[in-house]
Nanobody, 121 residues
Framework: QVQLVESGGGSVHSGGSLRLSCTAS????????MGWFRQAPGKERDLVAT???????DYADSVKGRFAISRDNDKNTVILQMNSLTPDDTAVYYC???????????????WGQGTQVTVSS
Protein backbone atom coordinates (compact mmCIF):
# COMPACT_ATOMS: atom_id res chain seq x y z
CA GLN A 1 0.00 0.00 0.00
CA VAL A 2 1.27 3.48 -0.95
CA GLN A 3 0.63 6.33 1.46
CA LEU A 4 0.80 10.07 0.71
CA VAL A 5 1.32 12.35 3.71
CA GLU A 6 0.71 16.09 3.25
CA SER A 7 1.71 19.05 5.39
CA GLY A 8 2.01 22.83 5.22
CA GLY A 9 -1.57 23.99 4.81
CA GLY A 10 -2.94 26.89 6.80
CA SER A 11 -4.29 30.43 6.67
CA VAL A 12 -2.57 33.45 5.17
CA HIS A 13 -3.44 37.01 4.18
CA SER A 14 -3.70 37.97 0.52
CA GLY A 15 -0.22 38.40 -0.93
CA GLY A 16 1.35 35.94 1.48
CA SER A 17 3.08 32.61 0.93
CA LEU A 18 2.72 28.98 1.96
CA ARG A 19 4.79 25.86 1.36
CA LEU A 20 3.14 22.46 0.93
CA SER A 21 4.97 19.15 1.23
CA CYS A 22 3.97 15.62 0.32
CA THR A 23 5.88 12.40 0.92
CA ALA A 24 5.07 9.03 -0.64
CA SER A 25 5.90 5.88 1.27
CA UNK A 26 5.25 2.17 0.93
CA UNK A 27 6.17 -0.60 -1.49
CA UNK A 28 6.42 0.63 -5.08
CA UNK A 29 8.89 0.39 -7.94
CA UNK A 30 8.50 3.88 -9.36
CA UNK A 31 6.22 6.91 -9.63
CA UNK A 32 5.97 8.61 -13.01
CA UNK A 33 5.10 12.01 -11.56
CA MET A 34 3.77 13.73 -8.47
CA GLY A 35 1.75 16.87 -8.10
CA TRP A 36 -0.97 18.90 -6.50
CA PHE A 37 -4.65 19.36 -7.28
CA ARG A 38 -7.14 21.61 -5.52
CA GLN A 39 -10.88 21.74 -4.97
CA ALA A 40 -12.79 24.81 -3.85
CA PRO A 41 -16.35 24.57 -2.46
CA GLY A 42 -18.83 23.81 -5.24
CA LYS A 43 -16.08 23.36 -7.84
CA GLU A 44 -14.28 20.48 -9.54
CA ARG A 45 -10.91 19.17 -8.46
CA ASP A 46 -8.42 20.84 -10.80
CA LEU A 47 -4.72 20.45 -11.54
CA VAL A 48 -2.37 22.92 -9.89
CA ALA A 49 1.07 21.60 -10.84
CA THR A 50 2.90 18.34 -11.56
CA UNK A 51 6.53 17.28 -11.81
CA UNK A 52 7.86 14.13 -13.49
CA UNK A 53 10.62 11.90 -12.20
CA UNK A 54 12.87 13.66 -14.72
CA UNK A 55 12.02 17.14 -13.41
CA UNK A 56 9.63 18.27 -16.15
CA UNK A 57 6.96 20.58 -14.71
CA ASP A 58 3.45 21.54 -15.71
CA TYR A 59 1.35 24.35 -14.19
CA ALA A 60 -2.19 25.56 -14.40
CA ASP A 61 -2.32 28.92 -16.18
CA SER A 62 -3.76 30.56 -13.07
CA VAL A 63 -0.66 29.81 -10.97
CA LYS A 64 2.17 30.26 -13.48
CA GLY A 65 4.75 32.70 -12.16
CA ARG A 66 3.41 32.46 -8.61
CA PHE A 67 3.76 28.78 -7.66
CA ALA A 68 6.82 26.56 -7.99
CA ILE A 69 6.84 22.78 -7.75
CA SER A 70 10.02 20.89 -6.95
CA ARG A 71 11.49 17.79 -5.37
CA ASP A 72 13.74 17.82 -2.35
CA ASN A 73 16.65 15.47 -1.62
CA ASP A 74 14.14 12.67 -1.09
CA LYS A 75 12.87 11.83 -4.60
CA ASN A 76 9.61 10.67 -3.08
CA THR A 77 8.86 14.12 -1.64
CA VAL A 78 7.26 16.92 -3.65
CA ILE A 79 7.17 20.58 -2.62
CA LEU A 80 4.77 23.30 -3.72
CA GLN A 81 5.94 26.84 -2.94
CA MET A 82 2.98 29.22 -3.24
CA ASN A 83 3.62 32.96 -3.45
CA SER A 84 1.42 36.00 -4.05
CA LEU A 85 -1.62 34.10 -2.83
CA THR A 86 -5.11 35.45 -3.47
CA PRO A 87 -8.54 34.44 -2.14
CA ASP A 88 -9.09 32.55 -5.41
CA ASP A 89 -6.41 30.11 -4.23
CA THR A 90 -8.53 29.07 -1.24
CA ALA A 91 -9.23 25.35 -1.54
CA VAL A 92 -8.44 21.91 -0.23
CA TYR A 93 -5.14 20.89 -1.81
CA TYR A 94 -4.61 17.21 -2.62
CA CYS A 95 -1.29 15.55 -3.25
CA UNK A 96 -1.31 12.98 -6.06
CA UNK A 97 1.06 10.25 -7.19
CA UNK A 98 0.58 9.55 -10.89
CA UNK A 99 1.56 6.40 -12.74
CA UNK A 100 2.52 4.31 -9.71
CA UNK A 101 4.19 1.03 -10.63
CA UNK A 102 4.16 -1.78 -8.08
CA UNK A 103 4.86 -5.50 -8.36
CA UNK A 104 2.22 -6.83 -10.74
CA UNK A 105 0.14 -3.65 -10.59
CA UNK A 106 -0.15 -0.17 -12.14
CA UNK A 107 -2.11 2.61 -10.43
CA UNK A 108 -3.07 5.63 -12.53
CA UNK A 109 -3.45 7.95 -9.54
CA UNK A 110 -3.26 7.73 -5.76
CA TRP A 111 -4.50 10.57 -3.55
CA GLY A 112 -3.55 12.08 -0.24
CA GLN A 113 -6.18 13.12 2.28
CA GLY A 114 -5.97 16.83 1.45
CA THR A 115 -4.89 19.93 3.36
CA GLN A 116 -6.83 23.19 3.70
CA VAL A 117 -5.40 26.43 2.32
CA THR A 118 -7.30 29.60 3.21
CA VAL A 119 -6.37 33.04 1.84
CA SER A 120 -8.17 36.02 3.34
CA SER A 121 -8.57 39.41 1.70
Amino acid sequence: QVQLVESGGGSVHSGGSLRLSCTASGSFVSITSMGWFRQAPGKERDLVATITSGGITDYADSVKGRFAISRDNDKNTVILQMNSLTPDDTAVYYCAALGVRRAGQWDNVLWGQGTQVTVSS
